[in-house]
Nanobody, 120 residues
Framework: QVQLVESGGGLVQTGGSLRLSCAAS????????MGWYRQAPGKQRELVAS???????NYADSVKGRFTISRDNAKNTVYLQMNSLKPEDTAVYYC??????????????WGQGTQVTVSS
């Protein structure tokens, strides 16, 4: 049974930093691509960063240079270091495997997410 548990969100001022964590179980974490998604109120969920099993990364243009995704395969955990936060980064953040999300669509499992709020 897949479980994704996100943590580390909170309230921070513009320019501040947060580090999100996602602990995964029930998947072969070491071979999976993992990604961080976010969903702001009234908007669709979007992929902001992804990391392959060997560590290559991709970022959405909106977060490039500010966010860093990393993973610890021994701990089945993926991280998102977020620096220089802006009010437009306010959203609920989720982790998942982008290949699973694209394959399963609306039936993909999602964790509870972690709320990030950036005040101006």
């Amino acid at each position: 049974q897949v479980q994704l548990v996100e943590s580390g969100g909170g309230l921070v001022q513009t320019g501040g930093s947060l580090r999100l964590s996602c602990a995964a179980s029930g998947i072969d974490f070491s071979i999976n691509i993992m990604g961080w998604y976010r969903q702001a109120p009234g908007k669709q969920r979007e992929l902001v960063a992804s990391i392959a099993s060997r560590g290559s990364t991709n970022y959405a243009d909106s977060v490039k240079g500010r966010f860093t995704i990393s993973r610890d395969n021994a701990k089945n955990t993926v991280y998102l270091q977020m620096n220089s936060l802006k009010p437009e980064d306010t959203a609920v953040y989720y982790c998942n495997d982008p290949l699973v999300v694209s394959t399963k669509g609306g039936s993909a499992y999602w964790g509870q997410g972690t709320q990030v709020t950036v005040s101006s």
